[in-house]
């Protein structure tokens, strides 16, 4: 403790100073490629599209374009696509939770470099041509139609591109590896002795996984179901091949404002509100899992026991 | 786990019987019989890859025998999954949770208990009490030291009231000061209580001070078991006596018969009072064990039945004695342990004379003896 006091605090100040230096390219990053661009978008936003061939002036500002945005149209979508997102991450969680834990738990090491690529060199592979990979395997004329007709569970085409369910299906398989990966860190990272000591204590399989594995997950599955909500939310690549008119997504309206209708000032007024979307669905996450973590906390049945500071 | 209803003399007993596993080809544990009253304390003795730690984990269900049956308080236990057994575990690093507070680690298992809130708050305080970390109740594991953590260790296992308490090396990862103090520790508690103990170890002396009885472990067989004094006095083997404590090997051939047996070793003849240990053939090759402490090293000849003329190598002080090594114009090396202060020139080189008393010297079939230390 003592020598950490009397360290000559010149040194000190000079190392501070060198690591505020090694930052500098990351708060430059930071700085031309999220904070001016998203100030834009602010400013656009309150701007709006003068005449027919240009995109948008902030001669006037107003939040008429959020009004405009908020059009029964754009909610309905945006409905739409919250439920997608929700009903997909936790797909996502549902079965990369399994997967990750047969990885980093069941296979020997040797089998989990492999299996570990498998999942990721779909990953890999363009996020487009693996979207169109579905579209044609589930178009009305494709294979899957055709083996299901042949085999009799089906009679007649299938009926599943261009609806909601086409993009759930397209999201879950094109968001998996974001959840599967953090999991699989968590997952390893846990001493596996912890599970005997749990079975030892008295814990079966079932109540050790509750009480043990879960809560030292915890920080994998808060990570995974960011890393596949947040880009979710704002996909447009998914939708726009699968979804047709009735799976539309929020980032396909986006990206229609300022690619077909040249109108960048609402573009960025519903890019503004999707933004909030998000953020206000994140900081719901939060409480939620704090709420989880008191709840498990009492399902440890003695969540009060130290702070009733009754053992001295 | 779950407190049985048995007869209470009985409670602590654990049977093995003719207890076997295989990894592949290889026997991890081969046939092995093991009782352990109730009560006491035993280790299990061996190098790394005797078996030991395979048979505790097997007592304690995280490993299933492949032949042989399992009993605990006179139940078979060899089909049950740990949590239904009566046994808990000190493991080897402590496998404490990290997401939970000290009194939660050590409140873990009465949970599944059904233990009311208010005797779990007390009995969680008396087990902290017990091994002296009543004032860390709140700490998270990642603030204890090595020693600390073996401490919650021991007190989330024992707040159970196991029947029987399996301890895999728990001492190894403290340094020896305080591996010293927690022997003994370890062993007022076992008393105090009357559990019965399982103690993993590859340490000789760990299991000397602790154990009611050790039961010595080679290559996944038993080869000896029986008390410290039994085990150190009078090993069976010559692996036994290699691996408990220190020893003097000599090689050479039997000759004489009961009560006088002699040995012709390069140089001279070891005698013995002593029966040799297997079925002694005379003529055959044996192999001679002396303890460094039954050796006196004089500058002038005794004229005793065991005395060889050496040169002396080294003298170096272990405390409370001398260690010192001499060779024998043959080449034998001969360790001997004495008490300080002896009348002795301490130069290397000079000629001495060791020697010992004949019913000092075992004598035991050829083995490929594995030396301690």
């Known amino acids: 403790m003592t020598a950490v006091a009397t360290a000559p605090p010149r040194a000190r100040r000079r190392f ?49 374009r959020y009004v405009e945005a908020l059009d029964p149209a754009f909610l309905t979508t945006f409905w739409r696509t919250t439920q997608i997102a929700i009903v997909g991450t936790a797909l996502c969680l549902l079965i990369g939770f399994p997967i990750a834990y047969w990885m980093a738990v069941k296979l020997s090491p040797r089998a989990r470099g492999i299996v570990l690529a498998l999942v990721l060199v779909p990953y890999w592979t363009n996020f487009l041509v693996r979207t169109i990979g579905w579209q044609i395997t589930l178009s ?41 990966l953090p999991l699989y860190v968590a997952l390893e990272r846990m001493d596996h002795r912890l599970l005997e000591a749990s079975r030892d204590l008295g814990g079966n ?3 050790s996984f509750w009480r043990v594995t879960i809560p030292l997950a915890l920080p994998g599955i808060m990570s995974g179901l960011l890393l596949v909500f947040v880009p979710l939310m704002g996909d447009y690549i998914t939708p726009s ?33 999707l933004m909030l979307a998000i953020l206000l669905v994140v900081i719901l996450f939060g409480v939620l899992f704090k709420l989880i973590g008191v709840a498990l906390a009492r399902f440890r049945h003695l969540g009060d026991l130290d702070r009733a500071g009754a053992i001295s | 786990m779950t407190t049985h209803l048995v007869d ?22 081969r046939d092995l019989d093991l009782h352990v009253e109730a009560g006491e304390f035993i280790s299990l003795l061996g190098p790394s890859g005797c078996g030991k730690t395979t048979t505790l984990r097997m007592i304690g269900g995280f490993e299933y025998p492949d032949t042989g ?57 008396e087990a902290l009490q017990m091994v002296r970390m009543g004032s860390f109740a709140e700490r998270m594991p990642a603030q204890l030291s090595g020693g600390q953590q073996q401490r919650i260790a021991l007190a989330r296992a024992l707040v159970n009231r196991p029947a029987v308490l399996l301890l895999d090396e728990p001492m190894s990862a403290l340094d020896r000061k305080l591996r010293e103090e927690m022997q003994i520790e370890l062993k007022l508690l076992q008393q105090q209580l009357g559990t019965t103990f399982v103690f993993v170890t590859h340490d000789q002396e760990e299991a000397m001070t602790m154990s009611d009885r050790i039961a010595v472990m080679n290559q996944g067989r038993l080869e000896q078991i029986g008390p410290p004094d039994a085990v150190y006095d009078a090993p069976t083997s010559a692996y036994v006596a290699g691996f408990i404590g220190q020893q003097n090997f000599f090689t050479g051939e039997l000759s004489g018969g009961p009560g006088a047996w002699s040995v ?8 013995s009072t002593r029966e ?79 020697s010992w008393p004949s019913d000092a010297v075992h004598i035991f079939p050829t083995t490929t003896a594995t030396e301690s230390e």
Request: net charge positive.
């Open chain 2, 276 to 354: 040799p240990a297997g079925s002694p053939v005379v003529g055959g090759v044996t192999e001679v064990a002396v303890r460094p402490e039954h050796v006196t090293v004089s500058a002038t000849p005794t004229g005793g039945p065991n005395e060889v003329r050496s040169t002396l190598m080294s003298v170096s002080q272990l405390g409370s004695a001398l260690q010192i090594v001499t060779i024998t114009p043959e080449g034998l090396k001969i360790m001997a342990r004495s008490p300080r202060g002896i009348d002795l020139p301490m130069t290397p080189g000079v000629d001495v004379y060791c």
């Open chain 2, 69 to 125: 049956s399992i009993s605990i308080a006179a139940k078979p236990v060899e089909a049950l999954p740990p949590y239904k057994r009566p046994v808990n575990t000190v493991f080897q690093a402590y496998a404490l949770f990290p997401h939970l507070s000290v009194a939660q680690n050590v409140a873990y298992g009465l949970r599944y208990q059904k233990t009311p809130k208010n005797e779990v708050r007390e009995r969680v305080s």
């Open chain 1, 16 to 64: 501070t100073g060198s690591v505020g230096l090694l930052a500098l390219p990351i708060a430059a990053w930071l700085v031309f490629f999220f904070i001016v661009p998203f100030g834009l978008i602010l400013w656009y936003s309150f701007g709006e599209k003068p005449s027919l061939y240009v995109t948008h002036s902030n001669d006037v500002l107003s939040l008429a």
């Open chain 1, 241 to 273: 091949v699968l979804g047709g008119a009735s799976g539309s997504m929020v980032g396909q309206m986006v990206a229609g404002q300022f690619q077909r209708a040249q109108n960048w000032a609402l573009g960025s007024a519903m890019a503004i509100c």
């Open chain 1, 140 to 180: 009305p004329e494709g294979f899957l139609s055709d083996f299901l007709n042949g085999i009799g569970v089906l009679n007649g085409p299938l009926q599943v591109l261009y609806t909601q369910q086409a993009v759930q299906l397209g999201v879950v398989y094109n968001y998996l590896p974001l959840m599967i």
């Open chain 1, 205 to 207: 399989w079932w109540s």
């Open chain 2, 8 to 29: 209470e003399a009985r409670a602590g007993e654990v049977t093995l019987r003719g207890v076997s596993r295989v990894y592949g080809k290889n026997y991890a544990v």
């Open chain 2, 264 to 271: 012709t070793i390069p140089g001279g003849t070891v005698v």
